[in-house]
């Protein structure tokens, strides 16, 4: 089975992917991790080499013959995972719930509650509620891909899971 999940910030494709991975006995990839350099001591905002992370997606997605990838991405370099996957699930809650969501993990990050492979700062949340109130219009973009590849049958309705 292979499983990606695309939503906005903190519309809950951890939450799902972690509760599909330890359903199914597959490995979960969020792809942050293959996207930024993670290093605690790194504020985000410092991406990996394009080559790095293709050679780090294809070695991937050709180690294991079941996945689930989430993440926020729209950029080609995610092709692969769109092509391979047998389902498709989007997230779509709306852009209020995502902001309380992404507010409330970076309150408990900064306090300590929960782990981030990052250091976040004010700035660095700062860009994520900039970036979580335009995704709505790159999702839109995002559909549009996958309607030109003809993946329809591939897309699950969050309500579906």
């Not at 001591?41 to 997605?61: A, S, V």
């Not at 995610?78 to 409330?104: G, H, M, V």
């Not at 970036?131 to 709505?136: A, G, I, M």
Request: one cysteine or more; aromatic letters at 12%.
């Amino acid at each position: 089975m292979k499983i990606f999940i695309i939503g906005g910030p903190g519309s809950g494709k951890s939450t799902l992917a972690h509760k599909l991975s330890e359903q199914y006995h597959i490995p979960h990839i969020d792809l942050d991790e293959i996207n930024w350099v993670n290093d605690s001591r790194q504020f985000y905002g410092q991406k990996r080499d394009k080559n790095q992370r293709k050679i780090m997606l294809d070695n991937l997605l050709n180690s294991n013959s079941d996945w689930i990838f989430e993440g926020v991405y729209f950029k080609d370099w995610i092709n692969p995972i769109i092509e391979q996957a047998d389902k498709i699930i989007i997230l779509k809650p709306s852009k209020w719930i995502r902001f309380y969501r992404c507010t409330k993990r970076f309150l408990k990050r900064k306090l300590g509650i929960e782990h981030s492979h990052h250091k976040e700062t004010l700035i660095s949340f700062w860009k994520l509620i900039q970036w979580n109130h335009n995704y709505d219009t790159c999702l839109t973009t995002f559909l549009q891909k996958i309607n030109n590849k003809k993946l329809n049958n591939k897309i699950v309705n969050e309500k579906e899971i």
